[in-house]
């Protein structure tokens, strides 16, 4: 398979704590995207970075990517009950007109 | 519009039955994709339209599965002849240019087959 590879599955923290989740991918890309679903629906889409870039942020959320070890992590600082969800990385190949392929995600939960 | 809407939101339908699942993308997006995704499970990617190019069609499991989009804009994913395994629910999503953006999701339909 070529799609990314979350880890964990599963991540239980308390609110405050920071939640970080891992993606590792086989082939080289063009940009990898973070996405976010709830109770099993539509996913809204998080960040986005390209292969040319090894970090990125917006507000609390932190992504970073290794194009040499094929990685990609997620931090979630400072987390909130309602950041609870599954958490998806996508990504692009470095091929004209191909979609995205997404993992099988990491649920989060967070307790207050 | 606004965001990308998906109708019907739930369908339950008898084995053997044929389905149409509609997508109405965001006005301007060129690109449109269907994904279904199991209980659980991660997207599944099904088929990609981009513009007037010819779709990539590599993902549909099988030839009961098939969608169209007219006009560059409202999509129709058709599913012949549904089987239980069928059952799933069946993501929309469109993206600006299909390149390098993010993409734009529906809320999904909730396909049951009994």
């Known amino acids: 398979s070529q799609q990314g590879e979350e880890d964990p599955q599963a991540l239980s923290i308390q609110e405050g704590e920071n939640a970080t989740m891992n993606c590792s991918y086989k082939?080289?890309?063009?940009?990898l995207q973070w996405y976010r679903q709830n109770s099993g629906r539509g996913l809204v889409h998080l960040i986005l970075?390209?292969?040319?870039?090894r970090e990125k942020h917006s507000g609390r959320l932190r992504v970073t990517l290794d194009t040499s070890k094929k990685s990609s992590s997620l931090l979630i600082t400072a987390s909130r009950a309602a950041d609870t969800a599954s958490y998806f990385c996508?990504?692009?190949?470095?091929?004209?007109?191909?979609?995205?392929?997404f993992g099988k995600g990491t649920t989060l939960s967070v307790s207050s | 519009g606004a965001g990308v809407s998906q109708s019907p939101s739930n369908k339950v339908t008898e084995k053997g039955k044929d389905v149409e699942l509609r997508c109405d993308p965001i006005?301007?997006?060129?690109?449109l994709y269907w994904y279904r995704q199991s209980l659980g499970q991660g997207l599944e990617f099904l088929i990609y339209?981009?513009?007037?190019?010819?779709?990539?069609k590599s993902g549909l499991p099988s030839d009961r599965f098939s969608a169209e989009r007219t006009g560059g804009s409202v999509s129709t994913l058709t599913i012949q002849r549904t089987q239980q395994e069928d059952s799933a629910v069946y993501l929309c999503?469109?993206?600006?240019?299909?390149?390098?953006?993010?993409?734009?999701f529906g809320s999904g339909t909730r396909l049951t087959v009994v």
């Open positions: 996508a990504t692009r190949f470095n091929q004209a007109g191909t979609a995205l392929i």
């Open positions: 999503a469109s993206s600006s240019s299909g390149t390098g953006d993010g993409y734009t």
């Open positions: 339209f981009q513009g007037n190019s010819a779709p990539d």
């Open positions: 006005s301007g997006h060129t690109a």
């Open positions: 970075i390209r292969s040319n870039e």
């Open positions: 082939t080289s890309i063009n940009n």
